[in-house]
């Protein structure tokens, strides 16, 4: 699989190529508790999002908004391989949903 590593600096460096005017970094990390049941990154005021599968997933995950699916037959959203990143410029972590199987998730850092 292929791996991306996305270091503060690499951040730093996009939010400023933006003009994204952010003062504070943040980070968490979501992984699906039920197979095929979209969960929230959360609830917090950002500009950007940086999320990255979890490279120790077993199977890819899918992100979008709240109506994501991950059943393969009807699937909806962005299929993220384990070290997968992806930039989501959004006004907050509610609107984003990762969906997959028990277990896996993705790690993410977001600016304010």
């Keep these: 699989f292929p791996v991306t590593i996305i270091t503060q600096d690499d951040i730093i460096s996009a939010i400023n190529s933006i003009g994204g005017g952010a003062t504070t970094l943040s980070d968490g990390r979501k992984v699906v508790a ?12 950002c500009k950007t999002i940086f999320i990255t599968a979890l490279i120790g997933n077993t199977n890819p995950v899918v992100i979008r908004g709240s109506g994501v699916v991950y059943n393969e037959a009807t699937r909806t959203g962005k299929l993220m391989y384990p070290g997968d990143a992806l930039t989501i410029s959004i006004d907050n ?11 896996d998730g993705v790690s993410f850092s977001y600016t304010s």
């Design 93 to 103: 972590l509610s609107k984003v949903f990762v969906n997959g199987v028990a277990g």
């Design 34 to 45: 039920v197979n095929d049941t979209a969960i929230s990154l959360g609830s917090a005021t």
